[in-house]
């Protein structure tokens, strides 16, 4: 499966991705966040000169609340959208729709894959 969304240059950036196991944080991040956010998460990844603005370093998450990483915030985001420049959109550009697209019948595993996500981004922190 590819997804991909228009770059400001109105070409398509394409990221090839695979289902990924719902209780594997660091899986899902690889595959879904690592292109824009970068492997380490600081914002560097190979589509984030695509983006509107620069993708968030997600190390310093804890650091921007008073050291207090903001967990709900994030599971927030991952389940309805930012609105952030870099996104252009309410919905992350690309994975916003994946979690979107499991049946709700399946309410559970959009759930797991979040919380999952939001617990993985949690041990990036810097310290």
Known sequence: MAWGYAAPNNTKL??????TNPTD?????QSYCAPCHGVDGRGHGPAAAAMKAAPADLT???RMNRGR???SH???VLQFGASLPAHGSAAMPVWGHLFDRIDPAQSQEKALRIGNLTHYLETMQAQ
């Open 14 to 19: 394409v990221i090839p991705v695979d289902r």
């Open 25 to 29: 944080g660091k899986l899902m991040y």
């Open 60 to 62: 310093q998450l804890a």
């Open 69 to 71: 990483y903001p967990d």
């Open 74 to 76: 994030i599971a927030s």
